[in-house]
Nanobody, 122 residues
Framework: QVQLVESGGGLVQAGASLRLSCAVS????????MGWFRQAPGKEREFVAA???????TLYSDSVKGRFTISRENKNTMYLQMNSLKPEDTAVYYC????????????????WGQGTQVTVSS
């Protein structure tokens, strides 16, 4: 069984930065592609970024490209560095692991964390 735990969310002003972490326990972390998604109230879960098991390949949504950076390290942790935050970035952020094929589709992922709230005030 794989457990994912997000942390690092909070309330910040527009233009600020936050770094989210996703701690992975259970099976071999290094074998999984992983991703970040977010969900704002009343909206569907939205793809943010994904990273390959090797950390060589990454993918970003157009809305965060150039502002957010996804990374991972061998100690079973994945990160999302979020810079130049905007009020429209406000959402619950989820990490996910082990997609079947398509990185940007939430239904493809087998494992999910519980989420961490990010609120950006204007």
């Amino acid at each position: 069984q794989v457990q994912l735990v997000e942390s690092g969310g909070g309330l910040v002003q527009a233009g600020a930065s936050l770094r989210l972490s996703c701690a992975v326990s259970g099976r071999t972390f290094s074998r999984y592609d992983m991703g970040w998604f977010r969900q704002a109230p009343g909206k569907e879960r939205e793809f943010v970024a994904a990273i390959s098991w090797s950390a060589i390949s990454t993918l970003y949504s157009d809305s965060v490209k150039g502002r957010f950076t996804i990374s991972r390290e061998n100690k079973n942790t994945m990160y999302l560095q979020m810079n130049s935050l905007k009020p429209e970035d406000t959402a619950v952020y989820y990490c996910a692991a082990d997609p079947r094929s398509t990185w940007y589709l939430p239904d493809e992922y087998n494992y999910w964390g519980q989420g961490t709230q990010v609120t950006v005030s204007s």
